[in-house]
Antibody, heavy 120, light 111 residues
Framework: QLQLQESGPGLVKPSETLSLTCTVS??????????WGWIRQPPGKGLEWIGS???????YYNPSLKSRVTISVDTSKNQFSLKLSSVTAADTAVYYC????????????WGQGTLVTVSS | QSALTQPPSASGSPGQSVTISCTGT?????????VSWYQQHPGKAPKLMIY???KRPSGVPDRFSGSKSGNTASLTVSGLQAEDEADYYC???????????FGGGTKVTVL
C-alpha cells in the first residue's frame, strides 16, 4: 500500500523559506506513470495546487506561486521536496503531498498533511 | 478566488440525492475529460471519489457518480448517508499555463 508522509518545520518566520519533504513508501518516485505534487489548504479554505514534478525532474508550477516555488526529487531517498521562499502569513496552511496519475490527471494518494504556520 | 466555481453548500435528508456543480471554462473542465472529485472529512486528507469525469476508484460506493456537460461537471451522491457529510472538491487538468486547478469546495450536510 502506497504511503506518503510530509515532514518539516511547523513554524516559519516571515520572509524566510518554507521547506517540506515527502517520503514515499510502498512505491517509487521513479515510476514513469506518476507525477508527484504538493497541494495546500489555508485554515478554513479550499485546496490550492502548488506544483508537481516528474522523476526526470520536469516541474510544473502554479503560475501564482511560480516565482517562489521549487520542487525537487531525490530518487535515492524516494523523496520529493518543496521550497517556498519569502513566505508571509498568507502562506499559513496545511501542506499535502500527493501522487498524481499521468494517464488520468487525478491525485489518487495523499499524505496526511502538515500544518505550517508563518509567524514571527 | 478558486479557478473552478462550486456552490458553498448543499444538503439533503438521509436516502435522498444531492448534486454538486463545478463550473470552469473551455481551458479546463470543458476542454478535457480529466475532472476528479475529492471528499474531505474534517481534519483529514482529501480522498479521491471520482476520476475522468465519471469513473470510480475501487472501494468507492456506486452511490457516487459524476458527469459533465460543456464547462460544468457534476457530482451526485444518491442514497445519502450520515458518513457522506463532508467537504467535496472538484479538480480539473487545465491548459499548459495552469496545469491543475481546484474548485472552492462544497460542504454537504446530511439533515
Amino acid at each position: 500500500q502506497l504511503q506518503l508522509q510530509e515532514s518539516g518545520p511547523g513554524l516559519v518566520k516571515p520572509s524566510e523559506t518554507l521547506s517540506l519533504t515527502c517520503t514515499v513508501s510502498g512505491g517509487s518516485v521513479s515510476s514513469s506513470s506518476y507525477y508527484w505534487g504538493w497541494i495546500r489548504q489555508p485554515p478554513g479554505k479550499g485546496l490550492e495546487w502548488i506544483g508537481s514534478i516528474y522523476y526526470s525532474e520536469n516541474t510544473y508550477y502554479n503560475p501564482s506561486l511560480k516565482s517562489r516555488v521549487t520542487i525537487s526529487v531525490d530518487t535515492s531517498k524516494n523523496q520529493f521536496s518543496l521550497k517556498l521562499s519569502s513566505v508571509t502569513a498568507a502562506d499559513t496552511a496545511v501542506y499535502y503531498c500527493a501522487r498524481l496519475k499521468m494517464a488520468t490527471s487525478d491525485f489518487d494518494y495523499w499524505g496526511q498533511g502538515t500544518l505550517v504556520t508563518v509567524s514571527s | 478566488q478558486s479557478a473552478l466555481t462550486q456552490p458553498p453548500s448543499a444538503s439533503g435528508s438521509p436516502g435522498q440525492s444531492v448534486t454538486i456543480s463545478c463550473t470552469g471554462t473551455s481551458s479546463d473542465v470543458g476542454g478535457y475529460n480529466y475532472v476528479s472529485w475529492y471528499q474531505q472529512h474534517p481534519g483529514k486528507a482529501p480522498k479521491l471519489m471520482i476520476y475522468e469525469v465519471s469513473k470510480r476508484p475501487s472501494g468507492v460506493p456506486d452511490r457516487f457518480s459524476g458527469s459533465k456537460s460543456g464547462n460544468t461537471a457534476s457530482l451526485t451522491v444518491s442514497g445519502l448517508q450520515a458518513e457522506d457529510e463532508a467537504d467535496y472538491y472538484c479538480s480539473s487538468y487545465a491548459d499548459s499555463n495552469n496545469f491543475w486547478v481546484f474548485g472552492g469546495g462544497t460542504k454537504v450536510t446530511v439533515l
